[in-house]
């Protein structure tokens, strides 16, 4: 149940809307629900002889104005409160008295009309829909004093989430003040009506985001903004100095046939330039680090390694935010800008799902929690690093890297619902939740191919020497962690340590050292994720079939293998099923 609450200062012109067609025709039987003393003229169904709807209509605007026209000028000029409250799509049906009693509840909630209270503000309940109603208060109480309406927003929420559980509506999610400002209604129109999929403000509001991933300089970030096709304005201070800046759709006009501008902070709260230009002073990105175990490996191409060294920055980001610091709310951010570079530079295949998943993030990067010591340099350096080195092929080395960052974003999504349910931040815990099943449906698409390889690889092992595997999986990992509809063989992770022992690593320390990366509690498929980190560890292909390297003597880094020739390449994958996927749950028996 969602309320929607306006001020405005014309009672009669809000009742003709109300009790009007509406814009498209969508008004159907409008007609009162409540009011104040339940004995309110009824435009809509009056039943006197020869009724006029206009003239019951002018009698309740003056019968709600009646107090406020006493006030005088000690009335407020905006005197009209409104607020329109929707049930959710899937909601049953309501009564016209369970509307009543919605409404009853909700002036109540926001002392616009106390329960009990004689001088309560004079309000009726229209209801011209299925599934919401509008209420219509004038803000002027019967002793002709203003009603104390502090934070009438928030207890409307809180009172609808009560009204929910007891109707048996579906909960939504409390709010914090931190979401992006909703398209209103004439946007959503314009948008249908001039044949656009989203509304400008959506339009624009992913294109600053993905803009900023990863900039490290205001003059970047307003280049790349151009660069998208965004016009864009910038407001200067006397000294030259930049104050802020809108952007607007190219083609998106007003009535006046003027540009659309949108703020940044109209886009969402951390959009504002005073808060993209905090963001790169606390995060300016350089060049990014190149973990141990990912460096020396020069033959790899750039997006292959750009997602190698962001795979490891995102491990890290997911411990920090295990580790339920406060200081990991600066480690969200950098998160979302990894998901939008990841999301603008991978293969049809899974951009959709990529994109869904950076858009759902977008929403578990802010909260009211702020790290003192935002350090986020090394994960938007990650990001930029992804962006520089362009597109990835969906296939080879670049497909394999691709499922390895992937598969590790859907434990750091897991790790981001967890830190902020921790902290009753509950529609970012939910947001989190929704991004990791859409990178759930993106890591299929870019799996499928190297871990069927994979399998292939590991059934093709000599039997004596699968069984030395198996009995090393065993002895490191003897819980048996995988589950009914998943994979229950150990065909791509012996293939994984078979590789890694030839390029000249000790199979059983190795395993050892990718369990001890950070918990497994959160993968469905614990083989699945050991064997990314493995292949990163080892700096084996993400994608077999390539050449492998021998680490040198007391540096922990490879080397090429004297015979390349000699190194075991996997047979081609065959049509089998989609890879599985390692975090999604089984079917409910």
Known sequence: MVPKIRRGSRTHGLLVYLY????????????????????????????????????????????????????????????????SVRTDPGDRTLTDDEWNTVARRLVHAVNIAPEGDPDGCRWVAVRHADDHIHILATMVRGDLRRPRMNYDFKKAQAECRRIEQEMGLRRLKPGDGTGAKTPTSAERFKAERVGRPETPRETLREAVRQAVAGAASEAEFFTRLREAGLRVKLRHAPSGDVLGYTVALPGDRNRDREPVWFAGSTLAPDLSYPKIQRRLADGTPGEAPLPEADSGRSNWSPPARGRRTATGIAERAAVLLDSDDDEAAAQLVGVGELLDAVAQTSPAATRAELGAAARSFERA???????????????????????????????????????????????????????????????QAEASRQAAEHLRAAYRHAAAAPMQALRDQGRALPEAQRRAYETTICATLPENRTRPGTSTKNDALAATL?????????????????????????????????????????????????????????????????????????????????????HSRPPRR
Request: overall charge neutral; charged content about 25%; hydrophobic content about 35%.
């Open 20 to 83: 009007g067609p509406g814009k498209r025709d969508e008004h159907t039987d409008p007609h009162l629900v409540g009011s104040w003393d339940g004995f309110a003229p009824d435009p809509g169904r009056d039943t006197s002889p020869d009724p006029d709807p206009k003239v019951t209509l002018a009698r309740l605007a003056a019968a709600l104005d009646l107090r406020v026209k006493q006030a005088g000028d000690e009335a407020p000029a905006q005197h009209v409160w409104h607020c």
């Open 365 to 427: 990067t802010r909260s009211h929690v702020r790290a003192e010591r935002a350090d986020t340099r090394a994960i938007r350096s990650a990001a930029r690093g992804i962006i520089q080195a362009g597109g990835a092929l969906g296939r080879g080395e670049d497909g394999g890297t691709t499922a390895m960052l992937v598969s590790t974003l859907v434990l750091v999504a897991l790790a981001a619902a967890r830190w902020h349910s921790a902290r009753g931040h509950a529609q």
């Open 498 to 582: 078979a590789q890694a022992e030839q390029a000249g690593h000790d199979p059983k320390a190795l395993l050892q050292e990718a369990i001890a990366m950070r918990e497994l509690d959160t993968a469905e498929d614990v083989n699945d994720v050991l064997v990314w980190r493995l292949r990163r560890l080892a700096q084996l292909p993400a994608h077999p079939g390539e050449a492998t390297r021998r680490p040198q003597a007391g540096t922990g880094r490879a080397t090429p293998p004297a015979n390349p020739a000699s190194v075991r390449t996997a047979p081609p994958a065959s049509s089998r099923p989609t890879a599985p996927d390692p």
